[in-house]
């Protein structure tokens, strides 16, 4: 693959938006937690956006213009994402770009919704990039938002399926998760697969987010559980916070994780994280010289290395790409065409096609999952261990059906 093919003066045209009456100007705007406590993803999201767009500038820029995204601190509260999004709309931009916590991709979401509502010769396209709670595909859909990311039924399925076909799940599994539209879909998603996967849930726990300072005491409930296999979709401090708690307790449970990727959470681990998995979109070592390729590739764009929720930016760019190649130069303005383009993309990613669901705007997307290892090829953290590939998971083994609450509004 050669990602910088994928990039012409057209593919993103529907970024632009008239300044004036004669002077065409490109406007992208992307919301992002960089500051407050998850401002660590925020800056995950932001490598990735900046890699996609230095191809994008790399093959000529949009109709010979290159664009720097805009970036909108959101602050990682629910009140500076409908802050962000008036911002905005104000400015004029026709696309929004989101990263991070559902919470406020709710927010968000529900915003761009009245938006379109009270404006609807004037809407605005939204891609969340990394919002994970299933609702906003499903009973919170709408026909201009789309997900670039998965959800907790389908990382569930990928980590149960890799562990118990390789003999790694054990019987007694234990779950700790924040208690937010999220964590809690984590939580159920662990009981619902107890049966296919044949485990007793032993116990599970949801905490408040982003609150607690110490996970000592949640460490020693789940040593006291007996657990063998620890399932947790937390994320940025909540996480890095518990596998500092494990680490300090010498907990001998394996944990099965979404974000244990994520900047910082290996090397606060350190050893106890070995023999810990990940369900992920790039695994660099599953990727053979592709994925190889990649990696360098990003690592010298950005100073850093494609992890967790980045790669959930650069796929959101390359499907928003593709989608856009397809639509005529004189509708590049119109997200309603850009969106009706969207649903039908396609893009090559390193592990396997991503493309897009239309009935509910889910990305059908593959997943590797890892296991943390010293004998890995690539290292994190500035630690001797990385990710070794337990078992890639096509788009197709990953998809989980739509449930039916989509009921979308299409425009007519």
């Not at 990940?278 to 695994?283: D, N």
């Not at 039908?344 to 509910?360: F, I, L, Q, T, Y």
């Not at 039916?404 to 425009?411: L, T």
Request: glycine letters at 10%; proline letters at 4%.
């Amino acid at each position: 693959m050669k990602p910088g093919l994928l990039f012409s003066a057209a593919i993103l045209s529907a970024s632009t938006m008239l300044a004036s009456p004669a002077i065409a100007q490109l406007a992208i705007d992307v919301i992002l937690p960089m500051t407050g406590p998850t401002a660590g993803t925020g800056e995950l999201f932001k490598n990735g956006i900046d890699f996609a767009f230095s191809e994008v500038n790399d093959a000529g820029g949009i109709h010979g213009k290159k664009i720097t995204p805009r970036i909108l601190d959101d602050g990682g509260t629910t009140q500076g994402g409908t802050d962000r999004v008036r911002q905005a709309v104000a400015g004029g931009a026709k696309i929004i770009l989101q990263g991070g916590g559902s919470a406020v991709a709710a927010a968000i979401s529900a915003d761009v919704k009245r938006w379109n509502e009270r404006n609807p010769e004037n809407p605005v396209l939204l891609i969340m990039m990394g919002a994970e709670a299933a609702a906003l595909t499903r009973k919170d859909c709408h026909f201009y938002a789309f997900r670039t990311s998965t959800n907790a039924d389908m990382r569930v399925k990928a980590l149960m399926k890799a562990l118990s076909e390789n003999n790694r799940l054990g019987s007694k599994v234990y779950a700790i998760n924040q208690d937010y539209s999220w964590g809690r879909e984590m939580d159920a998603a662990v009981e619902e697969n107890a049966g296919p996967y044949k485990y007793q849930v032993v116990g599970s726990v949801l905490h408040d987010v982003s609150k607690i300072q110490d996970f000592s005491p949640y460490v020693e409930r789940i040593r006291d559980s007996g657990a063998e296999t620890v399932v947790t979709g937390n994320w940025a401090r909540d996480l890095l916070l518990l596998m500092q708690s494990v680490a300090s307790a010498n907990l001998k449970a394996k944990f099965a994780t979404v974000f244990l990727d994520e900047k910082g959470n290996i090397a606060s681990a350190g050893k106890a994280a070995l023999g810990s998995f990940v369900a992920t979109p790039f695994v660099a070592e599953a990727g053979g010289a592709e994925g190889e390729a990649y990696l360098k590739k990003f690592n010298e764009k950005t100073g850093a290395n494609p992890i967790s929720a980045g790669n959930n930016a650069v796929i959101a760019i390359r499907l928003l790409s593709r989608a856009m190649a397809g639509v005529p130069e004189k509708d590049s303005t119109n997200p309603t065409a850009v969106a009706l383009a969207l649903e039908k993309a396609k893009a090559p990613w390193v592990h396997g096609e991503v493309s897009m669901r239309a009935e509910d705007h889910q990305l059908r997307l593959p997943l590797v999952v890892g296991e943390v290892s010293t004998e890995a090829k690539f290292k994190l953290d500035g630690t001797d261990m990385g990710l070794k590939p337990v078992k890639t998971l096509t788009a197709a083994e990953t998809e989980v059906a739509p449930d039916g609450s989509c009921q979308m509004q299409r425009p007519r």
